[in-house]
């Protein structure tokens, strides 16, 4: 059977973006990994970067609606190869290249410069050979084929379902396999999956190709990409959605992605209620909204959950060894604030005494060097500070020589090179503010800091998350948080608490987590004090605040 997406037709009909994105998912089915695209402006002649066997490859395409393509696709590639250090190179075209490009390919080989070359014969060969789905590395994960089949219960009963899923954990995955048994069932079925962000749309539709057969089409539906087509699996923001869905579409099935952004009313709301004869289920690691709105009205309970705690006790997320630097006490004010009520912004401003950059460099640099193969993000508060610490690491070790930003004002593109390099291990670490949230997966990474303060218990359990993906040789992920804010303090002595008593169910792990305070005078403090404060974790700045002077403690 062909690929659906690699015939000849199909190469011709899309243009040049459709000849890039038929080649990003045939790589994927190849057994590439990290494939990214990075055609653009300053693209060096490369449109794909993609890893094997630990081997960069950088790729060209050059489409063309009738002829063939001249040389100057085999001179970008050239150019290419040598500015991203590829180990192979690859010129793609849906027809084939003049005499004269393929000459010059044939020059650059006798010294020792080879451009692989892919034509449109090549393409539908590699369409009729490759395998139906894209290969995996593993079985599904024993709750994961009972989240499936729990999603599905509640979609044959109830028409709706919700999962609940920390991040590592394979909510996509999951989301996934119900897809896939969807049309299987029903090979004619519509199918559309919506998310808030442009950029996670893009890595939505990556990650369902791996469940997929190549004879499915994947539809990306943005501001930007608008498909001839609408059969298949249509991926979209929100307002993409809504938009057809307005002209008319109806779907039968719905998935949510990020279910924590619906809310009572708004984009979402205004979708489901269109959509409202599909099947739907949203996928989510975090359900909290600071609005208190319970996404339950929308999806139903639960239909499968399982927490960071949970997962990690199991076996299924990386161990963590955790230390938080809150050790910076003014304890002349101690006494003081246990008779008076503070708001918590008044108790962050007079009970921590913040660390410089230089301290935190310090304290990082003893924590890579006790770390094999260390791979690290950290943290930051602003785009400034991003900056400001990428650049003070990069002067402060030869290790974090290549030390990198990324954040939400660098274009898709650059994001995109510095994460292929980050995967590579070319750039040690890197520094963010946003990015990370949601959506990117970098199983090595095993160091994180924090150097931001944030009030959402959502956006610190995705930050963790980022880094307790299960990776070969990866014992644990080792977290420095430097953030001084007595609510990251209750979260962090949640953690402990929860995992604790997860962990005395699950004696046979090979690594036990350790979660403790640089100074457990403070810990100590801090638990004595937060045991009686209730949805500290959560309150807001405004919130006063009473506590007792612990006996002991001073």
């Known amino acids: 059977m062909n690929a659906a997406f690699l015939t000849a037709a199909e190469l011709r009909e899309g243009g040049p973006e459709g000849l890039t994105k038929a080649l990003e998912r045939t790589l994927w089915h190849l057994g590439f990994q990290d494939v990214r695209v990075i055609d653009g402006a300053h693209d060096q002649g490369a449109d794909l970067l993609a890893v094997r066997h630990r081997e960069q490859w950088v790729f060209q395409s050059k489409w063309k609606a009738h002829g063939p393509a001249d040389h100057a696709g085999v001179d970008d590639l050239e150019r290419a190869r040598t500015h991203y250090r590829a180990d192979k190179a690859v010129l793609v075209t849906n027809t084939n290249i003049t005499a004269p490009a393929e000459a010059r390919r044939r020059a650059l080989a006798r010294v020792g410069i080879d451009i692989t070359l892919w034509h449109g014969a090549t393409l539908e060969g590699i369409g009729q050979r490759m395998p139906d789905r894209v290969p995996t590395p593993y079985l599904l994960r024993p709750y994961q084929e009972r989240a499936v089949a729990a999603i599905e219960r509640d979609l044959a009963t109830e028409g709706t379902a919700l999962l609940v899923l920390a991040t590592g954990l394979g909510k996509t995955v999951i989301g996934g396999e119900v897809i896939r048994h969807r049309l299987a069932s029903r090979p004619d079925a519509r199918v559309l999956v919506v998310a808030h962000m442009r950029d996670l749309v893009g890595q939505l539709e990556k990650a369902l190709w791996r469940h997929l057969p190549k004879s499915i ?36 099935l719905v998935m949510i992605d990020e279910t924590h952004h619906v809310a009572e009313t708004g984009r979402f709301a205004e979708l489901l209620d269109l959509c409202a ?51 910076g006490v003014d304890w002349d004010a101690v006494q003081d604030i246990s008779r008076h009520g503070y708001s ?211």
């Open 277 to 327: 004869t599909a099947g739907r289920f949203g996928v989510t690691a975090t359900p909290w909204r600071g609005d208190k709105f319970d996404i339950t009205t929308r999806f139903g309970h639960p239909s499968f959950k399982m927490g960071i705690a949970e997962g990690m006790a199991a076996g299924y997320l990386s161990a963590v060894d955790y230390k938080m630097y809150a050790d």
């Open 217 to 252: 089409n994947t539809h990306l539906l943005t501001g930007e990409n608008t498909p001839r087509e609408l059969d298949g699996v249509v991926i979209a923001t929100v307002e993409s959605a809504l938009s057809i869905a307005r002209a008319g579409y109806e779907p039968d």
């Open 344 to 554: 918590i912004k008044d108790l962050n401003r007079r009970l921590f005494l913040p660390q410089r950059d230089e301290e935190i460099v310090e304290h990082f640099r003893i924590a890579w060097r006790e770390t094999t193969e260390p791979r690290a993000i950290v943290f930051c508060q602003t785009i400034e500070h991003a900056e400001h610490m990428a650049g003070l690491l990069a002067i402060s070790d030869p290790a974090w020589v290549n030390a990198a930003y990324l954040h939400s004002g660098l274009p898709k593109r650059d994001r995109d090179i510095v994460l292929n390099q980050f995967r590579l291990g070319r750039v040690p670490v890197v520094t963010c503010v946003d990015v990370f949230n949601e959506g990117v997966d970098v199983p090595d990474v095993n160091l994180i800091a924090f150097l931001r303060v944030t009030h959402s218990r959502r956006i610190f359990v995705q930050q963790l998350g980022r880094g307790l993906r299960l990776s070969p040789g990866k014992k644990a992920l080792k977290v420095l948080d430097f953030v001084t804010d007595i609510r990251r303090a209750a979260a962090v002595l949640n953690l402990r608490r929860t995992l604790q008593a997860e962990e005395t169910e699950h004696l046979e792990l090979p690594y036990v987590s350790r979660i403790e305070f640089q100074d457990e005078t403070v810990g100590t403090l801090m638990d004595m004090w937060i045991k009686d404060a209730a949805d500290l974790e959560t309150a807001a700045d405004e919130v006063r605040l009473q506590f007792p002077l612990p006996r002991g403690v001073l």
